[in-house]
């Protein structure tokens, strides 16, 4: 696989993204993300499974983790672990309970909308900014999809870039080579349009 070839692919995507949802740049990279996350997965189920990404914190699941799942969770991940390592060492389960339901999603399940959906934190290490700003952002974006006028021709472009991009080998690429090559290349876009 060739990554300018797979580049020019991710290119005519945010082309069509950018006439589909043409104030919406911020669900570019999400929606990329997933469509490519799940055309490796060989989905067949496309709407599914790209518009039925969990929204979080789903309440009645968090109650069913035990606590002993929590603190693993929390402990088994080094940068967690010190981010909270007080609510850790003093047993604050309200506080780790509150912080799973948002994390665990993102750094456990590895769910591919919402790790592009917050990749500019991940990137950084911020889980205070990750933290702070998810519940809002998951929201606005759950607003923003379920606003889409052209939803099923949205559909089609997806499973066409992602079809495309699998005819290129991308199932050899982990969902972060994945991610880094479409932020790439949708930075690269915006920086043209900006000069």
Not at 24 to 48: D, G, M, N, Q
Not at 156 to 166: M, S, Y
Request: aromatic share 10%; hydrophobic share 45%.
């Amino acid at each position: 696989m060739k990554r300018e070839e797979l580049e020019q692919v991710v290119e005519q995507a945010l082309t069509f993204l950018a006439q589909i949802l043409p104030g919406s740049i911020s669900l570019y990279f999400p929606l990329l993300s997933v469509a490519l996350t799940w055309a490796v997965k060989r989905s067949l189920a496309w709407e599914e499974e790209i518009f039925a990404w969990q929204v979080w914190p789903n309440p009645e699941w968090i109650r069913t983790k035990s606590d002993m799942f929590i603190l693993d969770f929390f402990q088994s991940k080094p940068e967690l672990n010190s981010h909270f390592r007080a609510e850790i060492d003093n047993r604050d389960l309200d506080a780790l309970r509150s912080a799973f339901s948002r994390l665990y999603p993102i750094m456990g399940l590895e769910d591919p909308f919402l790790c592009a959906l917050f990749y500019p934190e991940l990137e950084k290490s911020d889980l205070a900014a990750l933290l702070s700003t998810f519940d809002t952002r998951v929201e606005e974006a759950k607003a923003d999809i379920k606003s889409i006028p052209e939803r099923p021709r949205l559909l089609e472009g997806l499973r066409a870039f992602a079809e495309e991009a699998i005819s290129l080998g991308i199932e050899a690429m982990s969902q972060k080579e994945i991610q880094k090559l479409i932020l790439d290349v949708l930075k690269r876009d915006i920086n043209n349009k900006d000069v």
